[in-house]
């Protein structure tokens, strides 16, 4: 029986935020070893009759328009970086849409930029958070969360994940720590590999797929 098969499928997928410009590299991890623990990803688009392209140049046809997602349908809100959110708000209706999500207890984590259009939506206000730098976010109009700006690699505050651009890893070990992807020892096991290349975290992660926990 494939791990895939012996782990629970979620009832409510991941819902993956995509628009243009979207970071690719800063997800990959995550939905890729959500999908291995047998949760299911589905892409949201600002339209899901129009793809949209990422920074790599990939293109990717939305699963759901953005109007279409609600709270209550979804497990987990993932939103990346892109360069438009730093060059207008384009992306403002995506900030909005994590409001509703964190209102309504339903997990939203951000990467890169998605940090500075939450900070503008005033989500990162009495929540520990991170992104790149704190300058970054400083700049950000109406935003006032600078004391609870952590100098870390990703942070998780109830229901908020926060990460800067250069920790796609971390970033991936919050979500899976917040949805219970994994026991704490595999989880350990599995960021020490993937981040530090700490060949000692192998075994335990090979003893953990056998028996069905990785």
């Given at each position: ?147 609870d700006y952590v100098e870390t ?62």
């Amino acid at each position: 029986m494939s791990e895939t098969l012996r782990h629970e499928t979620p009832s409510k997928p991941v819902h993956l935020a995509v628009y243009d410009t979207y970071a690719d590299w800063e997800t990959g991890h995550t939905t890729a070893h959500l999908t291995q623990r047998g949760h299911r990803i589905r892409t949201v688009g600002p339209t899901a009759d129009q793809p949209v392209t990422t920074m790599g140049g990939v293109r990717i046809q939305p699963d759901l328009a953005l109007a279409d997602l609600r709270p209550e349908d979804s497990s987990l809100l993932i939103l990346t970086g892109a360069s438009l959110w730093d060059s207008g708000d384009d992306l403002a209706p995506f900030a909005a849409k994590a409001r509703e999500f964190l209102a309504a207890g339903v997990p939203v984590a951000a990467i890169c930029g998605a940090t500075a259009g939450l900070a503008r939506e005033g989500l990162l206000d009495g929540r520990a958070h991170t992104s790149g730098a704190s300058f970054y976010l400083a700049a950000q109009p109406g935003y006032a969360g600078a004391g609870d700006y952590v100098e870390t690699d990703a942070v998780t505050d109830g229901d908020l994940i926060t990460a800067g651009p250069t920790e796609p890893v971390a970033f991936a070990r919050e979500v899976f720590a917040r949805l219970g992807v994994y026991k704490p020892d595999v989880l350990d096991a599995w960021y020490r590999l993937f981040h530090d290349s700490d060949a000692s975290a192998y075994p335990v992660l090979m003893a953990a797929a056998e028996s069905g926990d990785a």
